[in-house]
């Protein structure tokens, strides 16, 4: 897909922009703290609800304003998508998206029209930290590839704040109805977790072993929840509730269940964690996010937008040439301190970014 237009306002630093990037790599330049990394959340905001990097909306409205706005026009081969999202300052008043114009009803309708893939130096958070920034990875990924995760994601997290709230009211009574339903929201999110990782993991192997040019590593991803294996889901779910609900009492929180998920990354058989040097951590964190990209594509028929904060200048000359030619078909946004980085992706336009304001270079 092809981004033809990118509006924010009152967005970070930007009080206004409007972009049109050319197809191919767009290299924006500027130094630290230009608004650089802004842009690539501004698209990631469009094409998921949400920052890759806040959890809190509010961070991205401009310092002293009420509302921020960021727009995203796609051609894709079936006609032109337009999104959009609007926060507002207000804690009475929800962000709002919007589909072709118009307001939708639910956030979950803006998935799927422009998706991206983004490369940060935060990715090897997916790698080194806890479960929790897999899971998220998953969950980013599937809500774009699939509007019925997001939904079905949705349900189980409101079904399993309902029962933790209930085990913290000490009201242990209606228990029972809350493992029904929230037996029943897992089942969905499993298996498409489940379905979407043994995919991703083929991927990833091969993009690790091009990625690293070494033939003896072998990276491996591996779904590992306690439903990882399930025939049933939904049955053993409830097995596992019920399993689990004295010590759920006793913790006051539910114990078991996908929010617990794990994905387990190894290199050649030892937990990469543990194991890995920084700069198998970073390959594997890149191959992760490569097979993303080819899952996006393959479901779409068309390569997601590409955002690649910074990549470049920790990657090796050879490294970064082959991450270039993996990518390259791609619309891409680049962005850099030092013009020197980009050598090698033969931009089709280079921007500078400052003071909040873009110019062509
Ligand atoms: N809500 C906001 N209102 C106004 N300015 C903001 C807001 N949030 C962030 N900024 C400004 O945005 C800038 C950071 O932008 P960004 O993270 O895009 O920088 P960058 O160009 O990616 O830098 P680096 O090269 O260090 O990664 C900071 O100068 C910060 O003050
Ligand atoms: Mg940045």
Known sequence: MRMTGLRLRDFRGYHQVMLSPPEGVTVLVGENGAGKTNLLEAVHLCCVGRSHRTANDKEMIRKGQDTAAVQLTVERRD?????????????????????????APRMGELMGHATCVIFSPEDLALVKEGP??????????????????????????SALKQR??????????????????????????????????QRLEQRTQVHYLYIGGREDERFSMRYAGALADSADPAEDMLRGLIACRDEDQRRLTTCFGPHRDEIELTLSGEPIRAFGS????????????LAAFDLLEAAQGEPPLLLLD?????????????????????????????????????????????????TQM
């Open 79 to 103: 006609g032109v998508h337009e999104v959009g999202v609007r926060l507002f300052e207000n804690a009475r008043r929800r962000k709002i998206v919007f589909v072709n114009g118009k307001t």
């Open 132 to 157: 929790q920034a897999r899971r998220r990875f998953l969950d980013m990924l599937l809500s774009q590839h699939q509007k019925a995760y997001f939904y079905a994601l949705q349900t189980y997290m």
């Open 164 to 197: 933790n709230a209930l085990l913290k009211q000490g009201d242990f009574r209606q228990l029972p109805t809350w493992d029904e339903q929230l037996a029943i929201a897992a089942a969905p999110v499993v298996r498409l977790r489940r379905e979407a990782c």
């Open 278 to 289: 920084q700069g198998q951590m970073r390959t594997a964190a890149l191959s992760m996010k």
């Open 310 to 358: 910074d990549v470049l200048s920790e990657l090796d000359p050879d490294r970064r040439r082959r991450l270039i030619a993996r990518i390259g078909r791609a619309q891409a946004l680049l962005t850099c301190t030092d013009q020197a980085d980009f050598i090698g992706a033969r931009p089709a336009c280079v921007l500078r970014v400052a003071n909040g304001e873009i």
